[in-house]
Structures are given as structure tokens and as C-alpha cells.
């Protein structure tokens, strides 16, 4: 397949309530954007959510990490463009490029997903499924120059801040949606925070779900460098998600 | 000017981290999206909020009531028509109806705003403005069978919840965005009351600004008849906005 037909690309705007009160776009709603736009390149080529849950399987997204070198601003176009890096039999990398509407990057995102078997929660073989034609997307050329998401780790003892998912946080599946949870992290930080630097890159990895009434607490080690590991636990116990965080700075 | 040239029609769709549980847009969102297409026409037409910044003036939204039949679905496309019914001195009546693909009305929304003089923050005369041409796109034939936004009375003595506002709160103006207060008012209600009946119709009154850092008290009154009215107090005194949620019921 010729590569170039091997990557999607989206038309995106900044709309005026998804900007933060920088006039940028928000991390989440970013994030949102990408995953729409994942979305949408799948379903084009026949691994789309609606398909694979006929055949009761789905997408669960296991990692995001996103790095800026600017935020699109109220009003501005952008486009996103998306594309397979790689297949493995149980993860795929999918990356992203940010274009501003002249063609200049903004910024890159890495995004490594799963398959599951929705009624045994298994994972599927994904070089098995449809037999094996999913290879057949993957795109080397086109390169992502930021770094894979890392390992993050978390040692405070002490949550900073507890809160419960509510009616807004819940998806379709009745999980607390992905977005949600990168929003609340967002919430950690005090506006002076963005307000001398904002984000440069935003890692997330996707542990367990969480689901409605679920107590979220959040644990945050300063890791330096204006760098923020954060993990989101629920019901005092079990980890729902990690996040690393860097305003303009390198997290160790 | 034709009358069919004074409604403007957007197209949306309902993006998966936009639906609630039940798999249906949230009112938030549509709330969204209704603002988005209000900036869109009064843009096209010269009454824009980037235009009117040059001089100093900026629209607020004062009031907003959505009535609806029915929910867009996950993925379901849908179209947001809208149109000037009034203007008087101080207030314009904006009026919106929510279609299907197949043009089938969804439900309608009525929006009252004010203009203000950014610096002095006192309103502007609308009649005054561009020589009054504002009154040229005044649409008085098409029809919006929901009925105005009413006034709203709380009682409740002690609030049923108290949060700060964060940085996902704030918007371009330094202030918690007409959206979110729309979400922390969905927040509210326990799942069970979602997955009973959806919400037929929502109002919002919008009183004062809040600001980040601002703790926001929620008294609510149960009127009966599946229906809540809803105040929203910012640090223990001044209403910064009232609302009134009705499932499927009727608020006296």
C-alpha cells in the first residue's frame, strides 16, 4: 500500500469553550481530538469500534503521550494526522503529527492500544484478526520524534486530593472515560502553574478502570525540572491510571 | 433580507467522549454546541465576539433553555439551526432547533444575551450599535414551541455540595465557563436518575461571574414531578447562576 494512503489526516478547530484561560487548547480536550481521529482512521480501514464490537471485541487505550511545542489558540484550525507505527500480537503503536493550518508542526503524539474480547475481558491476538491484514496499515516512514512513553513510577504516601466519578465522567461502557481522567489531573495544578509555563508533554497509562461512585484519589511526587508524576487510585487501593507531567520541563 | 437567509444551520456530531452512559450527547455538550453555532452566525454577520472586541464590547449570555425530544446517539450526526427571534435595547432572544440528519426535530433552545463594554462592564444598546442594523436579522416566522426561560427560585438553606474552581473552570476571561457550570449541575443527580428518564428540559440563569480559586455552593429544591431547581452560590453568598433540571417532568 502506497504510505502515504497509510496515514489519516483530520481537520480540527479550537473551539472558544475548549481553550484554557491561556486562549490555548486544553491537554484533554487535545487528547479527545486524537482519539476521535484515531477513531476515524480505524473505522476507515475496517478496525473501527462499531465493526469489532459486532464480533464482540473493542479498542482499549493502554498509553498517550503527547508533547507540544505549542498549543493550537481559540479559533485556529489544525490538522491532526494519524498512523499505524507498528503491530504487536497484543499492542499497537499508533502515532500522531499536529499540524498547524500552514503545515508546521506543533507537536507529536505516541498511543499504544489494545484489543479485548469484551465479554472475557481477554485480549485478543491482534496478527489473528482479520487474518492478519492489520499489517498491511503499518507505516514506517513517517517519523514521530518525541519519546515512547515511559515507565512511571509514584512514591508519595499522601493523596493530595481525593474526589468521586459522577455522572460527567462516565462513557458509554460505563467506565470513567479517558478524557476524564487527564482532566482531573490537569485540575491538580494551580493556575500560576500554566501560567508561567505551560505543558510541554503529558504521558498517561491506563492501569484499571474506574467506574461510578469510585473514590479517584491522587498522588503526586515533584519530580524536578517542573515535572509532575501523578497516580490516580481508586477506592484507596487498586491504581486506575499514571500521568507524568513536565511544564516546559524533562521528568526523571 | 429573505427570511430563510436569517437561520443559520451548522452541522455536529455526537463524538464518543461527548455521550453519557446511556450512550446519549450530554446536555453540557449540546449546551457547547448551541453556543458554538450562536458565535458562528453572529460572526458571519458581522456581530462576532473577535469583532466586536475591537471595540471593547463583548456578548453574555444571560439565560439558556433546551427542551428536548429526544438525545443525538454516539455518532449520530445531527444539525443545529439558529436564528434572532427579538432584539430590544439592552437583550437579544436567540432561538435554536436541534435536527436529526433526516431533519426531524431533536428539540429547541431559547438563548437571551446582553452585550457589554468590556472596560466599564455595563451593557451596551443594542439598537445602537452598526447603525441598529441588528434588527435586519430579526427572524419572527420560524416557530420555537418550547416555553421561555422562566424565573427560578431556590429555598434549600444548606447546599448539597461545595467544589473550587479549577483550571479546567476557567475560561479565555479569567472566568468558570457557562459550560462547566452546566456539568457541575449534571454532576449532581445520581446515575439512577439518568438511566430512569433523560432530561426533557434544562435552564440556566447566569447572575454573577466566579473566578478560579472561587468555592461554588449548590442548593438544590426538589419541585416535584421529576423536576430541580438548582442554585449555584460562589463563596457562601452571591448567586452566580441558577438552573432548573426537569426529567421528563414538569417544574412548578
Known amino acids: 500500500m502506497d ?4 496515514v489519516g489526516t483530520y481537520e480540527c478547530v479550537a473551539e472558544p469553550f475548549h481553550v484554557d484561560f491561556t486562549g490555548r487548547l486544553t491537554m484533554g480536550v487535545l487528547g479527545n481530538h486524537l482519539l476521535n481521529c484515531a477513531g476515524f482512521h480505524a473505522s476507515e480501514r475496517g478496525f473501527g469500534i462499531a465493526t469489532l ?3 464482540n471485541y473493542t479498542w482499549v487505550l493502554s498509553r498517550l503521550a503527547v508533547e507540544m511545542d505549542e498549543m493550537p489558540r481559540q479559533y485556529e ?13 497484543l499492542f499497537t503503536d499508533r502515532n500522531f503529527a499536529i ?9 507529536y503524539a505516541r498511543s499504544v492500544w489494545a484489543m479485548i474480547n469484551m465479554q472475557t475481558r ?3 491476538d491482534l496478527l489473528d484478526l482479520h487474518g492478519g491484514c492489520i499489517v498491511d496499515y503499518v507505516c514506517k516512514d513517517k517519523p514521530c520524534p518525541i519519546g515512547k512513553p515511559s515507565r512511571i513510577r509514584v512514591q508519595a504516601a499522601e493523596p493530595v486530593e481525593s474526589l468521586r466519578a459522577r455522572y460527567s465522567d462516565i462513557d458509554i461502557n460505563g467506565h ?3 478524557i476524564r481522567y487527564v482532566e482531573h489531573i490537569l485540575d491538580l495544578f494551580p493556575l500560576e ?3 508561567e509555563t505551560p505543558i510541554r508533554r503529558f504521558e498517561v497509562a491506563y492501569v484499571a478502570e474506574s467506574y461510578y461512585g469510585d473514590e479517584l ?6 519530580c524536578g525540572g517542573n515535572a509532575y508524576a501523578v497516580e490516580m487510585r481508586k477506592n484507596g487501593k487498586e491504581t486506575a491510571c499514571r500521568a507524568k507531567v513536565e511544564f516546559g520541563g524533562c521528568c526523571k
Open 77 to 89: 484550525r489544525f490538522r491532526v494526522q494519524t498512523w499505524v507505527e507498528n503491530v504487536y500480537r
Open 217 to 222: 484519589s491522587l498522588y503526586v511526587d515533584d
Open 193 to 195: 502553574r500554566y501560567r
Open 176 to 178: 470513567v472515560n479517558s
Open 122 to 124: 481477554k485480549p485478543a
Open 3 to 6: 504510505e502515504e494512503k497509510k
Open 99 to 107: 499540524l498547524a493550518e500552514d503545515g508546521r508542526p506543533l507537536g
Open 53 to 55: 464490537n459486532e464480533d
